[in-house]
């Protein structure tokens, strides 16, 4: 679904939430959704237990909890205020990964 800037936090000893924070960007609220329905599908179509998903129907944050790893899909300019990134220190640059 060609997700933006992807971004991926080890969460292993930092909090018991999850192991893993996985953040991407949608250039606009159709490209959140997008994002957001192929990942809850892929995630389905796995075996695995369905996600818990919140922000569907704004589509300017969606957060996707798998249990294990915690996915976020933002509009740019959602993500940018939030900036979780700083919040996690991800300031890392091995956490980075290529969109």
Avoid at 50 to 73: F, R, Y
Avoid at 79 to 97: A, S, V
Wanted: net charge negative; proline share 5%; hydrophobic share 45%.
């Amino acid at each position: 679904m060609k997700a933006q800037d992807i971004t991926m936090i080890d969460l292993v000893g930092k909090t018991s939430l999850a192991d893993a924070m996985i953040i991407a960007s949608g250039s606009v609220n159709r490209h959140v959704a997008a994002i957001a329905e192929a990942l809850i599908e892929a995630i389905k179509s796995s075996g695995k237990p369905s996600p818990q998903v919140e922000g569907m129907p704004a589509c300017d944050w969606v957060l996707i909890d798998t249990g294990d790893i915690i996915v976020h899909v933002f509009r740019p300019e959602v993500r940018q205020f939030y900036n979780l990134e700083k919040m996690w220190g991800t300031d890392r640059p091995n956490e980075r990964l290529a969109g």
